[in-house]
């Protein structure tokens, strides 16, 4: 069972910065596809980015396209979402997930594992 623990989310104006991470407590975490998903009120969950276990492999949705950057540390079982120059159609509860059969995925139903979220509010 791979615990995933999120944190960095806060209340930020428009066009400032966040960097979010997400520790798991598994070592076998470098075997896992990990991703970053949001939902907003009101709104269905939906997929922010990923990162495959190799680092070699990462994706976008495009809203988040060049303001966002996913990275991972496999040494400390951590991955990040850099998040700049954010709006306030950014705001929302932010989750990271991990995937055991997939090294990638856009595709929520491709992950086992779930945090319990961080919440990002940005201001106008």
Do not use: H
């Not at 975490?29 to 991703?35: K, T």
């Not at 009120?41 to 994706?59: C, L």
């Not at 988040?64 to 400390?76: H, L």
């Not at 990638?104 to 992950?111: C, G, Q």
Request: aromatic share 12%; net charge positive; proline share 2%.
């Amino acid at each position: 069972q791979v615990q995933l623990v999120e944190s960095g989310g806060g209340l930020v104006q428009a066009g400032g910065s966040l960097r979010l991470s997400c520790a798991a407590s598994e070592r076998t975490f470098r075997n896992y596809g990990m991703g970053w998903f949001r939902r907003a009120p009101g709104k269905e969950r939906e997929f922010v980015a990923t990162v495959d276990w190799a680092i070699s492999n990462t994706r976008y949705a495009d809203p988040v396209k060049g303001r966002f950057t996913i990275s991972r540390d496999n040494a400390k079982n951590t991955v990040y979402l850099q998040m700049n120059s954010l709006k306030p159609e950014d705001t929302a509860v932010y989750y990271c997930a991990a995937s055991s059969r997939w090294s990638s995925s856009t595709l929520a139903s491709r992950y086992d594992y779930w945090g319990q979220g961080t919440q990002v509010t940005v201001s106008s």
